[in-house]
């Protein structure tokens, strides 16, 4: 699922975002909202009747976009008219479920189309490392968690299913060159396509600044099960070696690499940029339940949402096979998870882009 971004939904409860059966991503993405709204109080806007125009680069299904969309339309709208139009467009690959992003805007109870009239909405299949927008076009931009999707796999990792933990360094010399290529492509294209004075949004996987990637009991207990599930002959090795996951993290230096020496790049500046461990929602809710099978379950649900999909392209013959494994897969996790309940590392990078006026 390159470059599709990793779902989460908005709760009930608290107003934050969720993913459909968790709360696991809630944390970074909350500061990126006040960014993005932080963002909407402050871009030149254009006159009537040229409308508005938020772009959401990574839309998935859309769960990612409806919190924070609707939070910078709600500031849009203290500084314009209600009958100016705003226009929100969601991108993807052509392989995104479309159905599904129409299907959460018209129906989710908190969907920005609620935010009153003149809102409207549309969608883009193709890949944002080409340009996919009108030059000077966009005002607000937003993507989360969707840029450590690469845009191609440079060739299976092997022994690993994270590129960052694989012992060959040919391998991680060609996942680093191939992200250094997708976001340079990424924001050169955004700033062709933001207004000036526009600003984007970025909230994506990082490492850490000791270099950590992070996740390293979910990675350990998903690299058991397989290797479980091997021995038990429901998955082949070769199989499970194609199964790496075309993902990335990167460090505060390759964001800031293409705008050098300059600050600049395509008209675009870095305003903000931080890089910061998020909360593990699941462990801190752990310590208030202390269910560990809860810990456990919370976890491989996630996994099975997010990543499964890779895993189960590398799949051969029978189409039922694909169903037990993604069964035995996520209990096997749960179960390793539960075992030994501990705080998972989740090293984020959230940025501010500026584009010259």
């Not at 960014?35 to 859309?62: C, H, N």
């Not at 050169?188 to 996740?215: I, K, N, Q, S, W």
Request: glycine share 6%; with cysteine; aromatic share 10%.
């Amino acid at each position: 699922m390159p470059q599709s971004s990793i779902v989460v939904r908005p709760d009930p409860s608290d107003g934050t975002p969720q993913t459909p059966s968790t709360r696991l991503q809630a944390a970074g993405l909350n500061s990126a909202i006040r960014l993005f709204e932080q963002a909407a109080r402050t871009v030149p806007l254009p006159s009537a009747p040229q409308p508005i125009v938020i772009a959401d680069y990574g839309a998935g299904t859309g769960h990612n976009a409806l919190v924070p969309i609707g939070a910078a339309i709600t500031e849009l709208r203290k500084r314009t008219r209600p009958e100016h139009s705003v226009l929100v467009t969601h991108t993807d690959t052509p392989d995104n479920d479309f159905t599904a992003l129409f299907r959460t805007l018209s129906e989710d109870p908190g969907t920005y189309l609620h935010k009153g009239s003149a809102i409207f909405t549309s969608a883009i299949g193709r890949s944002f490392y080409d340009q996919i927008l009108p030059s000077n076009s966009v005002h607000l931009g937003w993507s989360a968690w969707a840029i450590l999707w690469l845009g191609k796999a440079p060739r299976p990792v092997g022994d690993h299913i994270a590129v960052t933990y694989s012992s060959d360094a040919g391998v991680r010399d060609a996942y680093a060159r191939q992200a250094a290529h997708d976001w340079h492509e990424f924001i050169a294209f955004r700033g062709r396509e933001l207004c000036p004075g526009g600003r984007l949004v970025v909230t994506t996987m990082a490492l850490a600044d000791d270099g950590d990637f992070g996740y390293q009991p979910l990675l350990a207990a998903i690299s058991d099960t397989l290797h479980e599930l091997t021995t038990d002959r429901l998955v082949h090795t070769d199989e499970v070696e194609r199964m790496s996951l075309p993902i990335v993290a990167r460090r505060a230096a390759d964001f800031t690499a293409p705008f050098a020496p300059s600050g600049r790049f395509e008209r675009l500046s870095i305003d903000q940029l931080e890089v910061f461990d998020a909360e593990d929602r699941f462990f801190n809710q752990y310590r208030t339940h202390n269910d560990a099978k809860v810990f456990g379950a919370q976890w491989a649900a996630f996994c099975r949402f997010a990543v499964f999909d890779v895993f189960g392209a590398a799949l051969q013959g029978d189409p039922a096979r694909r169903t037990s494994f993604f069964e035995r897969l996520e209990a096997g996790i749960a179960a390793r998870l539960a075992a030994r309940p501990e705080r998972i590392r989740i090293p984020l990078a959230q940025l501010v882009l500026e584009k010259r006026r």
